[in-house]
Every structure is written in structure tokens, then in C-alpha cells.
């Protein structure tokens, strides 16, 4: 048989199968599909008798003639191709592509994106001590802002705001009622609180064990130790009680290192490594939370002296903004009541 007429009738055998190539088989997918068996991104078809001469799209048979590669490729007639395909397509009669697919319209590995909006006030709450409620809760009034701002909470409308002066997380005091009790006054069986703001376990110390800043630090003095584990097992259970009641997010702020304040206030040295000490297992509790929890470290957010807070424990208002502005950002990157 003369070539022009052999290549008629392959012609003829492939387009009727629907294997051969043509520019419109270029797709924008990332480039051609990569076959077990194939080279460059091209398919491979066993027995394949229809090779297509210099065509952007064509499939290559195991005994084809006059065959090319393909960009975005099909499966030959008749063939199998196994592996990864990137922006690929499957060819007709029985080829058959196993394998994961990512072109440009594959959302594989991209962020989901943030849906922007106002979020009704009602469904954030802070909770915690004198680091929310201070000031005339310029915490909150801060983060408000900053929402208000950015067009993610309605002009005049709050978020839900719970926390008292004094509170620890272990145990209600004269002073103040717990942390955990803060939240449970909310009354969240319902779930319509979807978002925590907050703090705590600072008191437990500057109040509950004192001697952790004024006389020796953990892991040394083991009264310490114990008054920190405590503090972070009950905000490990508390954490776990959002999550049944239905809060997605967890937004949880840590101390800033602290000036030293004589007897009242404590010792600089043991304060920072009652902090240091404490760090990595409140941490521990929000990374391992069964919801989506946020650890914010403010320790080096501002100088640790004596001019950067009111008194020795509590910033200033400007800091507190600043805590305010860094948890602020923190939702903003991971989504959170936006």
C-alpha cells in the first residue's frame, strides 16, 4: 500500500474512535498528562497502530508509526495510561487514566477562600481576666475597632463580652468567677457563640501561688508546677466543652514578659520564667483542642519596662491596643470571624 493511502486509513481508524489529536485537544490544564508508560507527558497505547504525524496533541502507540507527543495528551485508543495526569484527558474506547489530576481548574493544595462580611457581634465572646477587662475593656473596645474597620463587624454593634478583673482559670473567687465559669454564664448550649476571644491562668499565679514570682520559679519549686499544670488542664477541658457546643474558633492570647514590681508584683527574673515555664504547656492545650485554636505569644510585642505598664502587671492602654491589634491579625490570616 502506497504511504499517502497507509496514512489515509490510520486516519480514518483513529478520528473514528475519537484518538486522534488536533490543536483543540490543547487544554490550559498545566501542561500534558504523564502515563506509567509514557514519555514527556504523553499517553502510551498498547498495541497502537495510529501514531499521528506532528500534531500538538496526539497519542503514541507501542507500535505506532510516525508518532509525536502530546501537549495536555489523550489516552490512545485501546491503551492504559497509569500515573499522574496534569491537566490531562482521557482518551476514548477504553483508555482509562488512574492517577491524580491538577490543572488550573484543580483547587488541590490553594487556601480555601475567606468569605468577607459583617459577622453578627453576638456570635464572638471574650472571655478571661483583667488583660480583656481592663481599662474600661479597652481589649474589646480595640478589636471592635479594628473589625469595624475592616467591614467584618456592623458599625455599633459588640462583641459579647464576659470577662472580669481577678479571674483564674482554676476555681471562682470572692474576686471573680472563673474563666470556665465566664463561659459557661454565656449559656452556649445553643451555639450561638462560634468564637472566643480570650485569656487566663495568669491570676492563678499573681494571685493563687505568689511565691512562683517572689520566691522561686518552676520547674525548681514544684508547688509552681503543679498551680501551672492545673491551670492549663482545666483550659484543655474547657476548650473541649467550646467544642461540643458547637465554637469553630479559639483565639487565645499569652502574657507579655513583665517589668518586676518589688514584693506586690514580683521578681523580673522569676517572672519571666514562671512565663517561659507556662508557655509551652497552655500552648500545648490550644494546639491539641478538638477545634480550631489560635495561640498568640505577645512576650517582645513591647519593651518589658516599667514605663510600658500602669503597674507592673497590666500595659498600658497603647499596649493593650497592641495585643488587641495582634490578635486582630491573627484572625484576619486564619479566617476567623471576618
Known sequence: MRRAQRLGLIWAMCAAVGACSTDSDVQNNNGPSAGTNGTNGSSTGTNGTNGANGSSGGGTGTNGTNSSSSTG???????????????????????????????????????????????????????????????????????????????????????????????????????AAAVPTQYSNEKNSDGHITTVVMDGGGNDILIGNTQCIQTSAPPENQSCVT?????????????????????????????????????????????????????????????????????????????????????GIHPTVPNINKIAGKVWQTMVDNCIAQ
Open 73 to 175: 495528551g489523550d489516552t490512545g485508543a485501546n491503551g492504559t495510561t497509569n500515573g499522574t495526569t496534569t491537566g490531562g484527558d482521557t482518551g476514548t474506547n477504553g483508555g482509562t487514566t488512574n492517577g491524580t489530576s491538577t490543572g488550573t481548574d484543580d483547587d488541590a493544595g490553594m487556601p480555601m477562600p475567606c468569605t468577607k462580611g459583617p459577622t453578627k457581634g453576638s456570635t464572638v465572646l471574650l472571655i478571661g481576666d483583667s488583660y480583656v477587662d481592663i481599662s474600661g475593656k479597652a481589649f474589646g473596645k480595640e478589636l471592635q475597632r479594628l473589625a469595624q474597620a475592616a467591614g467584618s463587624l456592623a458599625p455599633g454593634d459588640k462583641y459579647a463580652d464576659r470577662s472580669v478583673s481577678g479571674a483564674q482559670m482554676v476555681g471562682d473567687t470572692l474576686l
Open 227 to 311: 498551680t501551672i499544670n492545673n491551670a492549663a488542664s482545666t483550659a484543655k477541658t474547657l476548650l473541649e466543652k467550646m467544642a461540643s457546643e458547637g465554637v469553630e474558633n479559639v483565639v487565645y492570647f499569652f502574657y507579655p514578659n513583665l517589668p518586676g514590681g518589688g514584693v506586690i508584683f514580683g521578681n523580673k527574673d522569676l517572672e519571666k520564667k514562671t512565663l517561659d515555664y507556662a508557655f509551652p504547656l497552655v500552648k500545648e492545650a490550644c494546639d491539641t483542642a478538638p477545634l480550631n485554636c489560635m495561640f498568640v505569644d505577645t512576650r517582645g510585642l513591647f519593651p518589658d519596662t516599667a514605663d510600658q505598664f500602669q503597674d
